[in-house]
């Protein structure tokens, strides 16, 4: 696998470029205690990649709570108050380490670069956080109709860069995510522990000293191995 074989970088937002988990934590935990029960970092781990209904399922699930669902819709409202409030406060230091570096080798090479995210609420982490100007393209969650491990929200990146799937790498920190990545037919490379992602081409830690080039050739090893 070589740059030249690879037209685009698809990126995943919360938990790839930034660590947001730890705010969607604090503004569901706020919302679970409101109704009388905790729920654990873990449990929170659980929730990454699902949408915002699919998260308070599980979690209203996991608190034994039944609700109807314009009930739910208000307590979603609610919790996205309080998680908007909390990302305005967001600053450009909490961009995750060596995040800016990878994504200017990954611009230097003419390699275009495309947001992917299930949250409705990307935009303005972005802009929190000044880094919109570096993604030629931006999907997010008001324009994805199907979650995870569904493969739309990358496709719809690589056909609106107009990439095949086989062209494009994409970079997720959800297991789910992984998956929808490898439907898709996409590269797909796991951010975090590697025993997270046994379905992925290959795992990083991070982007923290991180090279384009070592990546894409150890990609060609496991490929050709
Ligand atoms: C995903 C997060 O990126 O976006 C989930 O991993 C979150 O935890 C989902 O629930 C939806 O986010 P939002 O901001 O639209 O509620």
């Known amino acids: 696998m070589t740059d030249q ?5 698809i990126f995943n937002l ?12 604090q ?6 205690n ?30 034994g709570i039944y609700m109807p669902e314009a009930e739910k819709m208000h307590w979603a409202d609610v919790k996205n108050n309080w ?3 909390l990302i305005s406060n967001m600053k450009p230091g909490e961009v995750l380490p060596g995040v800016l570096y990878f994504l200017r080798q ?24 000044n880094i919109e100007s570096f993604f030629d393209l931006i999907i997010d969650g008001t324009l994805i109709k199907k979650e995870k491990p569904d493969p739309q929200c990358f496709l719809q990146a690589s056909v609106a860069m107009g990439f095949a799937p086989a062209q494009c790498l994409v970079f997720e ?10 439907y898709g037919g996409f590269t797909a490379i796991g951010v975090g522990r590697p025993e997270l992602f046994p379905n992925a081409h290959l795992t990083i830690e991070g982007f923290e000293n991180l ?7 150890q990609l060609t090893e496991r490929v050709i191995s």
């Open 83 to 85: 998680y908007i409030s």
């Open 14 to 25: 919360d938990g790839v470029i930034v660590d947001t988990g730890k705010y969607h934590y």
């Open 106 to 129: 990954v611009r230097e090479l003419g390699i275009k670069i495309a947001l992917s995210s299930a949250s409705q609420n990307a935009r303005s982490v972005l802009k929190s956080t």
């Open 34 to 63: 409101q109704m009388g029960f905790d729920f654990s970092k873990e449990q929170n781990e659980r929730l990454k990649g699902l949408g915002r209904m699919a998260s308070l399922e599980k979690i209203l699930e996991w608190g």
């Open 211 to 217: 090279r384009f080039n070592n990546l894409l050739g």
């Open 173 to 182: 920190d959800a297991p789910l995510g992984i998956d929808a990545a490898i």
């Open 27 to 32: 503004a569901w935990r706020r919302l679970a």
């Open 5 to 9: 074989q690879i037209k685009g970088c």
